[in-house]
């Protein structure tokens, strides 16, 4: 009998390649926001999944033995996403991690990046740092987990790759700036899938990190060179020290034809040298790994040939959903328990004299305007789906509330309690928008804002 393997992210660039060459392998269940309409692959199961939820990852999850978990910042599901790239990658590998362990998964495979070796957390770029809080939250609870760093990964269909391409082929002279003297191990989209599938379902894999890459050590300036030669083109490539962060980011995004919000993390991440530290090096098996040129090679041959998608079903949405997720600090590591309490206090009080919380004997809230009898918002709390980590309140009734089925908001522990994420799930304003979007979506950022000042400055028992 096949293990079943679940891709999380099985519509990107490795999830498809990784489908193409184990569908006969491994019976694979690719998860989606949307239901297959129609399928390419008759092997391969496709599920519909809310990865915001955890009720619907983890139904998701059933019956899976392993999970890759090839998700980076998700695009916005919804109208309005209030929240940083960081916080939701947070949220969704926390939400994932804990469905994997309602499901007793076997293991999960996490393909991350490179960490710059001897660099403190702090100083790491926000793409890096959020795939290191990634990696840990997939590895905080009781299933085994393995950290797959990657660099820059050369083949058909990668973004990457396809950013370096294109500037090759549109600009006869590159004045480069001077994060292009960066170094890094680029690594071929073969030997990144052999090396997942060397990880995948085996024990001495459980737990550890590996950091891989060709031992070919290249700056960004010289594989632009050799992208160069394999393409046949004459470029002249030089660097100065002057051009900025930002007028990279222009420059690289225009000219490689490639959307802001992947430019921007990457070109934040190039001021640092991306080297496999040997502590973290591949050693399941060897590897014939190939050089650079050879990748950029064999991307080219095969860029007609990306597998293709299956046809998905439109999904039927709720207009004006709003998300919004922000992170709260727990210096003095209380529960999220404790800060869901805390908040039920602090924002009548806040509101001196405007806003009054009522509570009745189950933990149900609603918040009043000062004399008002009908509630602006009203939360029923689920105590079945809540924990002393997690605190859940579905957004049931309110004048404020546009539709009371759906959406719901959490207060949850995050990275072994060191941060604690709030979060608005779904919600439907019952504002216009335009005017929802003035007021009481500025106003929800601002109370949260000082919510965060004011469990940094709390001095209380």
């Not at 737990?207 to 070919?216: A, D, L, Q, R, V």
């Not at 919004?324 to 805390?342: G, V």
């Not at 949260?448 to 028992?461: A, I």
């Amino acid at each position: 009998m096949k293990p079943t393997v679940a891709i999380a992210g099985a519509g990107g660039y490795v999830g498809r390649w990784f489908i193409d060459r184990f569908k006969d392998r491994y019976h694979i269940v690719a998860l989606s926001r949307s239901d297959v309409a129609v399928p390419v692959d008759s092997e391969v199961e496709w599920r519909k999944v809310e990865m915001f939820s955890i009720t619907s990852t983890s139904e998701a999850l059933q019956g899976v033995d392993y999970a890759l978990y090839l998700i980076h910042s998700m695009g916005a599901t919804t109208r309005l996403n209030q929240g940083s790239f960081e916080d939701t990658d947070l949220l969704l590998a926390d939400n994932f991690v804990r469905a994997a362990e309602i499901n007793q998964l076997k293991q999960i495979i996490y393909l991350g990046g490179i960490i710059p070796e001897g660099k403190k957390e702090e100083d790491l770029s926000a793409h890096l740092r959020s795939r290191l809080e990634v990696e840990k939250t997939l590895g905080s609870r009781s299933v085994p987990m393995t950290a797959v760093r990657a660099g820059i990964i050369v083949g058909p269909g990668g973004s990457s790759f396809s950013m370096i391409q294109k500037l090759v082929q549109k600009l006869p002279i590159m004045v480069c700036p001077s994060w292009t003297g960066s170094k890094t191990q680029a690594i071929s989209l073969q030997n990144n899938l052999d090396i997942l599938q060397s990880c995948l379902g085996n024990p001495k894999a459980f737990g550890k990190i590996y950091e891989i890459g060709s031992p070919e050590v290249l700056t960004y300036k010289s594989m632009l060179q050799q992208t160069a030669d394999v393409l046949g083109k004459k470029r002249f490539i030089f660097s100065v020290p002057f051009l900025s962060v930002g007028f990279s980011k222009l420059w690289v995004g225009y000219f490689g034809e490639s959307p802001a919000k992947l430019v921007a993390p990457l070109i934040e991440s190039l001021k640092h040298d991306m080297l496999v530290a040997s502590k973290y090096r591949f050693d399941l098996k060897e590897i014939a790994y190939d050089s650079y040129s050879e990748s950029v090679r064999h991307a080219l041959a095969f860029e007609n040939a990306i597998p293709r998608l299956p046809k998905f079903k439109k999904n039927e949405r709720i207009l004006n959903t709003v998300r919004s997720i922000q992170r709260l600090p727990n210096t003095r590591h209380q529960s999220a328990l404790w800060i869901a309490n805390r908040y039920k206090v602090w924002l009548p009080t806040f509101f001196r004299f405007l806003i009054r919380a009522e509570e009745n004997s189950r933990g149900d809230l609603g918040f009043f305007l000062a004399y008002g009898k009908k509630p602006m918002l009203q939360l029923t709390w689920i105590p079945d789906r809540s924990d002393i980590k997690r605190q859940l309140f579905y957004i049931s009734g309110g004048w404020l509330v546009k539709r009371f089925d759906y959406g719901w908001l959490e207060f949850r522990e995050v990275l072994g309690g060191k941060y604690v994420i709030s979060a608005i799930h779904e919600f439907v304003p019952r504002l216009p928008w335009f005017v929802y979007i003035l007021t009481q979506a500025k106003i929800h950022l601002w109370v949260m804002k000082s919510f965060r000042k004011y469990l940094e400055q709390y001095k209380g028992s």
